[in-house]
């Protein structure tokens, strides 16, 4: 995307699209943002899984969870999911191009967060003494 894309979004953004509530972006946005898709698209960053695999990999996520969540990013383009007719069933689940994309601004928010955990834990302590 170019500076000048760029520019053209946060101005849109900024002009309120997303912030309407008619906006179909906050429904994606809702999807992306949520913990277990987070972690889902980081972990599926290190190539291909099996559902046992992210499972084990995505610390106290529920089955029923894991199973909606990567329902959702496989309906919103995000996530392929590839079943072999095997038994017992194989399942594997890898990013799309547009997944890929998506998991890397992702993986910057939660980079993020990791380099300033100390400063918000320290912060969060200072608020409530």
């Not at 980079?111 to 320290?122: A, C, K, Q, V, Y």
């Amino acid at each position: 995307m170019s500076e000048k894309t760029t520019g053209k979004l946060a101005e849109a953004i900024r002009r309120g699209e997303v912030l309407s509530p008619d906006c179909p972006s906050r429904e994606i946005l809702k999807h992306v943002t949520s913990l277990w898709s987070v972690l889902v698209m980081v972990a599926l960053m290190d190539g291909t899984h099996r559902f046992s695999e992210l499972r084990r990999k995505i610390g106290g996520v529920s089955e029923k969870m894991l199973t909606q969540t990567l329902q959702q990013l496989e309906k919103d383009g995000f996530v392929k999911r590839v079943s072999y007719p095997v038994v017992p069933p194989h399942v594997e689940y890898s990013l799309t191009t547009l997944g890929s994309g998506i998991s890397e601004q992702v993986e910057a928010l939660t980079d993020w967060i990791e380099i300033n955990l100390p400063t918000i834990i320290e912060l969060q302590q200072t608020q409530t003494q």
